[in-house]
T-cell receptor
Framework: KQEVTQIPAALSVPEGENLVLNCSFTDSAIYNLQWFRQDPGKGLTSLLLIQSSQREQTSGRLNASLDKSSGRSTLYIAASQPGDSATYLCAVNRVGNQFYFGTGTSLTVIP | ETGVTQSPTHLIKTRGQQVTLRCSSQSGHNTVSWYQQALGQGPQFIFQYYREEENGRGNFPPRFSGLQFPNYSSELNVNALELDDSALYLC????????????????FGPGTRLLVL
């Protein structure tokens, strides 16, 4: 069974810092990996989707990388802002019809 | 705003009751997946529907059942509710086409928060 782990579980940084969130998965036979953002009590907002054939994706201040062979992905957030405070979840799509989620990293950006 | 809507937003039920949750997928999407998210956990896959047929199921008992309608909206039904069914229920829609049909971005709704007393 696919296991997805996210480290750290919580992170607190001052505004303006660059930061990295980590995601690891046990089965490298994935179709793609997706990073989501979740605000308290809300649904999930898709941030970036990386297909298995890709190494990275970028959107604005966000950059996600994927190393499928080692079972790792990172989400890099540049110049963090208080509005970035949320829980960040990574999910891997292995069998083509379901995503396996990690438990998330709770990010707080302090003004 | 993903265009995926869910109803109701909140629901309180008692043990043993039955509940129906509804999801309207994003316009043009033909696939709906349902997830259960317990407090402090990541979402867990319940099942997926593609063109009105179940297309995969996670580790959930048969009292969790679903439907997808011709307009691709969907329902999640849970019978004989248990206290542990208290969670945020999320649906996600996507467009499945061609050979990579289930590998596309999933767009999530805001969820239905279910409390079982």
């Amino acid at each position: 069974k696919q296991e997805v782990t996210q480290i750290p579980a919580a992170l607190s940084v001052p505004e303006g810092e660059n930061l990295v969130l980590n995601c690891s998965f046990t089965d490298s036979a994935i179709y793609n990996l997706q990073w989501f953002r979740q605000d308290p009590g809300k649904g999930l907002t898709s941030l970036l989707l990386i297909q298995s054939s890709q190494r990275e994706q970028t959107s604005g201040r966000l950059n996600a990388s994927l190393d499928k062979s080692s079972g790792r992905s990172t989400l890099y957030i540049a110049a963090s802002q208080p509005g970035d405070s949320a829980t960040y979840l990574c999910a891997v799509n292995r069998v083509g019809n379901q995503f396996y989620f990690g438990t998330g990293t709770s990010l707080t950006v302090i003004p | 705003e993903t265009g995926v809507t869910q109803s109701p937003t909140h629901l309180i039920k008692t043990r043993g009751q039955q509940v129906t949750l509804r999801c309207s997928s994003q316009s043009g999407h033909n696939t709906v997946s349902w997830y259960q998210q317990a407090l402090g956990q990541g979402p867990q896959f319940i099942f997926q529907y593609y063109r009105e047929e179940e297309n995969g199921r996670g580790n959930f008992p048969p009292r969790f059942s679903g439907l997808q309608f011709p307009n691709y909206s969907s329902e999640l039904n849970v019978n004989a509710l248990e206290l542990d069914d208290s969670a945020l229920y999320l649906c996600a829609s996507s467009l499945a086409v061609g050979t990579s049909r289930f590998q596309e971005t999933q767009y999530f709704g805001p969820g239905t928060r279910l409390l079982v007393l």
